[in-house]
Each structure stands twice: as structure tokens, then as C-alpha cells.
């Protein structure tokens, strides 16, 4: 769930250490001032285009300034990565097994063939 007021403080943040006032946030963003006004000041929730719009003002990820931080989701991404890694072997083993029921199949299709042939 998205916390507006701290979305807020990061977006303070962002200004203090970039030495930068509102007014350079909200020009620069294409923000309109009223709507940057009230969502700095938690009185509107922030919309996600502007925190996009702020986000690359500042070179910043989106998924912090949304989220806080960005730790516990690339833990994530690592986890699935490492889940669809196991996947893909197990695929591959099952891919494996199935060439080999599919060669002993037409193997034997073959031979009774060849045995028919003969009689």
C-alpha cells in the first residue's frame, strides 16, 4: 500500500539534498504548482505520473521514492530469479526424459516393424 506522507518526506528529501527549492520540483516536472502544493503538504495524495515526472528530475529510482526502499524488492527479483534457474532444470531434465521415452518408442516401433517385415 502506497504511504503518501512518506512519499512526502522522501520527496523532501530529494529537495534538501539537491539543494533545490519547490518551485525548481514543480517547474522542472511540469507539475502544476497548486497540485504540487497540496500533495507536498499532504492535503491531496500523490499522483504516480508526477512521482515519475520527480523521480527522473532527480536520476532517482521510482520504486524508492514510492516504496521506500528498493532492498526488499530486489531480494525479491533474486528470489524468482533463483526459482525460474531451478525451474529452467527441471524443465531441462524433464526435456531429457522425454527424448529418451521418444527415441526407445520409435526404437521399438521399428523393430516391430522390421519383425513383421520378416514374417
Do not use: C
Amino acid at each position: 500500500m502506497i504511504q503518501h506522507q512518506e512519499i512526502t518526506e522522501r520527496v523532501k528529501s530529494l529537495i534538501l539534498k539537491n539543494h533545490v527549492s519547490d518551485y525548481y520540483v514543480w517547474k522542472n516536472a511540469e507539475i502544476p504548482n497548486a497540485s504540487f502544493s497540496m500533495m507536498i503538504n499532504n492535503k491531496a495524495k500523490w499522483k504516480l505520473e508526477f512521482l515519475v515526472d520527480i523521480a527522473e528530475l532527480f536520476n532517482e529510482s521510482f520504486v524508492w521514492l514510492v516504496f521506500g526502499d528498493d532492498d526488499h524488492i530486489e531480494k525479491k527479483i533474486l528470489y524468482e530469479i533463483q526459482n525460474l534457474k531451478e525451474e529452467n532444470t527441471l524443465l531441462k531434465e524433464e526435456l531429457k526424459n522425454y527424448r529418451a521415452v521418444k527415441d526407445f518408442i520409435v526404437k521399438s516401433s521399428i523393430a516391430k516393424e522390421s519383425s513383421k517385415k520378416e514374417k
